[in-house]
């Protein structure tokens, strides 16, 4: 993993607005790939994405405060009946919501393109967690980046067959 200094993570990225913005940005994303069948958003073209796309389900987890369906549009890495997905938030110092949801309720359900699958998710710790990480670092280089930008180990996230 590349030495990075935390410092250098843009101050704009934590300010309020960006947050908004990401939020309302992720909701169209979710919008148009349901209505295309992930014809439109299923790939992130963003930052290492931009020469080298990287696949985007949808995952819906269960609002741990709310009860309500919360779905969110998230790179990911296909193993075999799996998908590995990453709570990356940027290098944020707290992990996604999306991320809590699934602890408190594994339950999930994934959409890639037109097709949905009803998973369970669990977080992958130890050698299985590093061996994942260098796959998602070879998907999207950013994901390095972002673990220098913070204090907390980034999640790796399997949703697999009950």
Known sequence: MPVLD???RPAQLGSPAVAALIKVGSRINAKLY???GGRIGGSWRVGAGF???VPV???TTIGRKSGEPRTAPLNYLRKGD???VVASQGGLPKNPAWYLNLVATPEVCVQVGRERHDL???TATGEEREA???ELVELYADYDTYAAWTDREIPVVICEKR
């Open 82 to 84: 799996s998908f590995v």
């Open 120 to 122: 369970v998710a669990r």
């Open 57 to 59: 389900l949808l995952l």
């Open 34 to 36: 349901q209505l295309s």
């Open 6 to 8: 935390p410092n250098t």
């Open 132 to 134: 994942l990480w260098n």
């Open 51 to 53: 020469r080298k796309p």
